[in-house]
């Protein structure tokens, strides 16, 4: 599976943004996906996640409430909804894949894209 994250850039607090995470690849719907960002000198962490058939959501605390993650398994793509944004939610947003149920800790994942980067002014 090869994942091909978008939509970062710069954005002030309390506006939004939409990330697009596409993948191609094997068969889309097998894989549980996740968000997980990394912020400079911080380790990477978990955002968000969604199931293979998009019926289970899970999210970080630090997002719940302002970020929606949710997929179209017939686009083969995966989005995260960030509204109220925050300057402490500027980071590198990474997209993940996995085979099989979701998990939300980063090494439950099997592949990566490339990151796209949000900052948040204040």
């Known amino acids: 599976v090869q994942l091909q994250a978008s939509g970062g850039g710069l954005v002030q607090a309390g506006g939004s943004l939409r990330l697009s995470c596409v993948a191609s690849?094997?068969?889309?719907?097998?894989?549980?996906l996740g968000w997980f960002r990394q912020a400079p000198g911080k380790e990477r962490e978990f955002v968000a996640a969604?199931?293979?058939?998009?019926?289970?959501?899970y999210y970080a605390d630090s997002v719940k409430g302002r970020f929606t993650i949710s997929r179209d398994n017939d686009k083969n793509t995966v989005y995260l909804q960030m509204n109220s944004l925050k300057p402490e939610d500027t980071a590198v947003y990474y997209c993940?894949?996995?085979?099989?149920?979701?998990?939300?800790?980063?090494?439950?994942?099997?592949?990566w894209g490339q990151g796209t980067l949000v900052t948040v002014s204040s």
């Open positions: 969604i199931s293979r058939g998009g019926g289970s959501t």
């Open positions: 690849g094997r068969i889309f719907r097998a894989y549980a």
């Open positions: 993940a894949a996995r085979a099989g149920v979701v998990v939300t800790f980063t090494g439950g994942y099997d592949y």
